[in-house]
């Protein structure tokens, strides 16, 4: 049933999509980034590299320490340069240690030279020739992304820097993409007295991003006049998008600065706009805010935490996998997929099911075509078009080639209109099938249509290189069927769908994540119930006397 799309093994990259507003998420910010990697692909990196520039904190609720749990939280591969090594506590900071920067250029030169950075979030600088130094590194070696929280203000109102030191932070906008302050540190950047209201803190935004050309999310989280609510912004010199989020009552905020920042820079790789990256952030933060209590870590303001979703950055194909274990077993256990891999199924059971398989095949043809043009990039559009027109092949070569073969001498009973290549009736099974992929796809998603097409590929290549390794082909009546998805070509074309898949799945939340595993599931379930019918239907559309097998418990 799998289609058999060549694979390619080259880095996949897709144009850039950053730089102008679109209508779901409106302005996305003057983001001149390099084509987007996609990441999980074969050749590619697994996971965006992301590289935290800032200070540190022993405890673990902020600076360096909280940016790589929230890197990992969201898929990244952390990385660490640091500018100060800080001893605090979520009772306050006790004293702090500037490297000189001579050892903080180091530092840096030691990551660019030898790793490709994806995005670079850029904490506390600390001093004026800290700034100075980074800025004179980022003129050379700038990431496609680069988000700068600048830390100039404590929560008591405090500056953390000189006068030198604020100016050279300013000048590291030229180098930013996305500038992150709290209300008070917009208010520093711009030398303006702090914003009153959120229609005043808009209008710095406003001005800061016309000023220097940059993104700026604008955080209303601590404003007296927003009672339970949290509202936040992109702003750009195109326009706003607010991301509101109801405010979360709790004292364990130690870090959320430093966690957010460095959430949004390591999912703006994987995402096409600052917009969808920040409004993901700002979902996982609230439920890290409400998750920081539980840790029961400091007596004081305690942190968020980070690892709240339990394994949120698993690849979602994974899980999927684990979750038809049951399903996959019953496969191997029925009288058809037996019958196939030993040789003894009954040539009119296999031309039923071949005869099944064409019909189906046409209309997977047209999914297919659906996800090429929900696809988010070209190298997703190409594979699954190239998806689509070998279906169309396979079915021609399955009526002039199988067909032909096992249908002729049982053509009433293969369920082939008596034509043995002829038009066959399609089947419940078959229509149900093909049914649940047309409603997703009319529907659904891209995410939730990648992932009702996967089983297609995924269990046909799994089962065919496992009947391939034990099996006999000499003089085998279904050495070609077995061959064919046991071939290492369509193991690497399922490998290639699961990789979107899972690239899909990072690019979406909890919600859609459920749906896709809802669709990946019952897909599933249909591939179980289409082979089954290989052996309970064989004389469809008249009435067939062999008893239906049971249903694997729990697949419903």
């Known amino acids: 049933m799998g289609p058999r799309p060549v694979a390619r093994r080259e880095r996949v990259v897709s144009a850039p999509l950053g730089g102008a507003p679109s209508p779901a998420d409106g302005p996305g910010g003057p983001d001149a980034a390099p084509d987007r990697v996609l990441f999980g692909a074969p050749g590619g990196p697994s996971r965006p590299r992301v590289l935290s520039v800032a200070g540190t904190d022993p405890t673990g609720g902020a600076g360096i320490q909280a940016d790589l749990k929230s890197i990992a939280a969201h898929g990244g591969y952390g990385m660490a340069v640091v500018t100060a090594l800080v001893a605090q506590n979520t009772r306050g900071v006790r004293a702090s240690h500037v490297p000189n920067p001579a050892f903080l250029r180091a530092q840096l030169d030691a990551v660019s030279d030898d790793v490709t950075v994806d995005?670079?979030?850029?904490?506390?600088?600390a001093t004026e020739a800290v700034a100075r130094e980074l800025g004179a590194w980022l003129a050379v070696h700038r990431p496609p992304h680069v988000v700068l929280d600048p830390v100039m203000v404590a929560t008591s109102g405090d500056r953390l820097?000189?006068?030198?030191?604020?100016?050279?932070?300013?000048?590291?906008?030229?180098?930013?993409?996305l500038v992150t302050p709290n209300l008070p540190e917009l208010a520093v950047l711009l030398d303006e007295p702090v914003a009153a209201t959120w229609a005043e803190a808009l209008d710095q935004g406003a001005r800061l991003a016309r000023r220097h050309g940059v993104a700026v999310l604008v955080k209303g989280g601590h404003l007296a006049g927003e009672p339970g609510r949290s509202p936040d912004a992109v702003v750009t010199v195109e326009g706003t998008v607010e991301i509101d989020a109801a405010r979360v009552a709790t004292l364990h905020t130690h870090g959320t600065g430093c966690s957010l920042s460095a959430a949004v820079a390591t999912l703006r790789p994987q995402r096409d706009d600052w917009v969808p990256a920040v409004r993901e952030a700002k979902e996982w933060l609230t439920g890290a805010l409400r998750a920081g209590a539980a840790l029961q870590v400091g007596t004081g303001n305690g942190p968020v935490d980070h690892a709240h979703l339990q394994g949120s950055a698993r690849a979602f194909t994974h899980g999927a996998w684990e979750q038809v274990a049951d399903l996959r077993a019953a496969c191997d256990e029925l009288v058809f997929v037996r019958g196939l891999a030993a040789g003894t199924l009954e040539p009119a059971q296999f031309a039923f099911y071949l005869a099944q398989d064409a019909l189906y095949l046409r209309e997977y043809s047209r999914v297919l075509a659906r996800a090429s043009e929900l696809a988010p990039d070209r190298e997703a559009q190409e594979f699954f078009a190239r998806g689509a027109h070998h279906c169309l092949a396979v079915e021609s070569d399955l009526h002039r080639r199988w067909l032909g073969r096992y249908g002729p001498t049982r053509a009433g009973d293969a369920g082939t209109g008596g034509a043995?290549?002829?038009?066959?009736?399609?089947?419940?099974?078959?229509?149900?099938?093909?049914?649940?992929?047309?409603?997703?796809?009319?529907?659904?998603?891209?995410?939730?249509?990648?992932?009702?097409v996967l089983p297609c590929y995924w269990l046909y290549a799994d089962i065919g290189a496992r009947l391939l390794a034990r099996a006999d082909l000499d003089g085998h009546p279904y050495a070609d069927w077995i061959a064919t998805y046991g071939d290492p070509e369509f193991a690497r074309a399922s490998d290639r769908a699961r990789a979107l898949t899972d690239a899909a799945a990072r690019s979406v939340g909890p919600a859609e994540r459920a749906r896709m595993l809802e669709a990946f599931v019952r897909s599933c379930r249909h591939e179980w119930l289409f082979f089954a019918q290989g052996t309970s239907m064989p004389s469809w559309p008249a009435p067939s006397p062999a008893a239906a097998e049971p249903e694997p418990a729990g697949v419903r």
């Open 119 to 125: 995005a670079l979030k850029i904490g506390m600088v």
């Open 161 to 177: 820097l000189d006068g030198g030191a604020e100016d050279a932070v300013r000048s590291l906008l030229a180098h930013a993409d």
């Open 420 to 452: 043995g290549t002829g038009a066959a009736a399609t089947s419940p099974v078959t229509a149900a099938y093909t049914d649940h992929l047309r409603a997703v796809a009319a529907s659904g998603s891209y995410a939730e249509l990648v992932a009702a």
